[in-house]
């Protein structure tokens, strides 16, 4: 066991992928030599060699498309999307290509791609580095959507994803590389080392993608999270004073039905808080599940708490990102009903 | 105040619309035989005049003439006739299928059957090819069967592809041959990161991939070409030039200001123009840049000189315009008739074993079609079991996608 930050954990999952591997590349913008702009990268081109781990032209959609050619190949790339909010130009590739692959082939040739790309807000980015841009994979049929929210999990997610024979986003919530920020802004953030989940074994373990983690169970309101807003709900639970049961989901799709419902059927409310803007994203698939799914259980309404439909501004990050006094208002509500 | 015009705003147009004589005096064509042939590992940079020139073996007598020349034996020559006639006679009658509407589609690449089949003679079998949709000629000539690509068009019980995609999406991982993509140049870039996976694992095979002059246009192009010449990737890079793109001629993709084949130039690699209709200038082209590829010299833009004889596809009426004459104008001829009249004019050929291989060729797609239809069409018959709508989305099926594959009691 070694004491890692998420930073750390993911170039650990690297490092193991590419030592155990022949087939495992890691290629990006600046992530060679420099190892990236967020050090993920850090001293792995060095171990491994300059055609392990490199740097690519600034071009996103060439950068997922060659993948998915080593991936036809028999290869295992990971390349890095310096900022989720950069990830548009590869959409096309992402989209029609590596999610389709297999299937209009049917299973001939597939695409064992795993697509890392920081995302999220509370950086002061403005509104091109702070998107959260998960539901725009989540409806694709035929990509897995991974979030971390722990040193821990980040490291066996990331391994799973690598693993994983389909395309795989893995979004990292880069408000929580260094510490786990629980959306207080004005108080000095922990540093991971003395969180339980910087624990982090050395070799190589999975995570399977698809398995939430409850990570507080409670009796009175479910809440569901992934990302930062794990610790952002979990504040938000101390600050409401209720005994919320916080699932982070880990993945999105598959999505980990069994864990949700079972918590929603136990405590008969459910809050569910993302970042991301709140029309169609994916609280609303969450939504329509519990209530698909939970219906005769719910004893009040479902509530979501999300980013405004705006883009990310910069002045007003604060007034935008949905922090815990505003997940405390709605478990209130919904406690109260 | 400056003495200057107003401004004007200029959009292309071509030589010709519906109505006008079909003309293509803008194509300046030097003789067969005049463009020298370079070494494989010279320098880009000194050849960058036969990006505006157009390599040509066949000369107005069929003789094959000058560097290029690539030697075949007859016994070659007449297998790739005997392909470029078995694909076209397989393309008349899918697209007449099509019309009976027993599909949905078709698309026929008739007039440039040379443009991939000599491809298929240059490359090595497992040499891995990123096709278009025009490219069924590869495919033919690569021994995939006919009866299963015609399963394919008819998206029956048979079709590999369980139905799932328009018709001449074909897929052979055995045939190396790409799952076929309907969006454009997707692939030009894919072939780039293909070919770059063989040369980080120290393999010998190569990739090659086509799109139309039109999918220059597109963001992937120039992905493919950066990314080829950043990595010096092992990979043909091919634009078949067939001068339309639907109902749009070849100056709306930017080929009126320059070649195709010159994009290569500001990339850094070898931009080859060649007469797609010779056979033989397309085989010594594609011969010339697989061993620059194989001996790690990177990738080449080959720009195949042709033109589309029919119209982009089934649901295309190419009168309303171009001229309905205009590939008889063409300066180029037709592949078939000249690598014929060519191997007639080394006694190594007839017309009357031409119009029999023709008979042959009519024979084995009726039959081959016959087996086909017994199978299924898109109207009837055996068709893929709607089950299998739910399977192949991931390597092991969702929850979620199970349950609803139970709702729809499959």
Known sequence: MATMNMIQALNSALDVMLTRDANVLVFGEDVGYFGGVFRVTEGLQKK????????????????????????????????????????????????????????????????????????????????????????????????????????????????????????????????????????????????WSKHPASEVPEGHYKIPLGKASVVREGAQVTVLAYGTMVHVALEGVAEAGVDGEVIDLRSLVPVDIDTIVASVEKTGRCVIVHEATRTSGYGAELSALVQENCFFHLEAPIERVAGWDTPYPHAHEWAYFPGPSRVAEALRRTVEV | MKNTPTLSLHIPEPEARPGDEASFDRSALPPAGSVPRPPTDVCATTIRDLSFSLIRVLDEDFKAVGPWNPRLSPDVMRSALRYMMMTRAYDERMYRAQRQGKTSFYMKSTGEEATNIAYAFALHRDDMCFPAYRQQGLLLARGYPMLTMMNQVYSNAHDPGKGRNLPVMYSSREHSFFTISGNLGTQFPQAVGWAMASAYKGDTRIAASWIGEGTTAEGDFHQAMNFAAVYRAPVILNVVNNQWAISSFQGIAGGEASTFASRAIGYGFPGLRVDGNDFLAVYAVAEWAAERARNNHGPTLVELYTYRGEGHSTSDDPSRYRPSDEWKAWPLGDPIERLKRHLIGLDEWSDEKHAALGQEMADLVRDTQKEAEAVGTLQGGEQPSPGTMFEDVFEETPWHIRRQRQQMGV
């Open chain 1, 48 to 191: 491994h060699g300059l055609t392990r781990c490199f740097d690519t032209p600034i071009g996103e959609a060439g950068i997922v498309a060659v993948a998915i050619g080593m991936g036809a190949y028999g290869l295992r790339p990971v390349v890095e999307i310096q900022f989720a909010d950069y990830i548009y130009p590869a959409y096309d590739q992402i989209v029609s290509e590596a999610a389709r692959i297999r299937y209009r082939s049917a299973g001939e040739f597939y695409v064992p791609l795993t697509i890392r790309t920081p995302y999220g807000g509370g950086i002061f980015g403005g509104q091109t580095h702070s998107q959260s841009p998960e539901a725009l994979f989540t409806h694709v049929a035929g990509i897995k959507t991974v979030v971390p929210s722990s040193p821990y999990d980040a490291k066996g997610l990331l391994i799973s994803a690598i693993e994983d024979n389909d395309p795989v986003i893995f979004l990292e919530p880069k408000r929580i590389y260094n510490g786990p920020f629980n959306g207080r802004h004005d108080q000095p953030v922990i540093p």
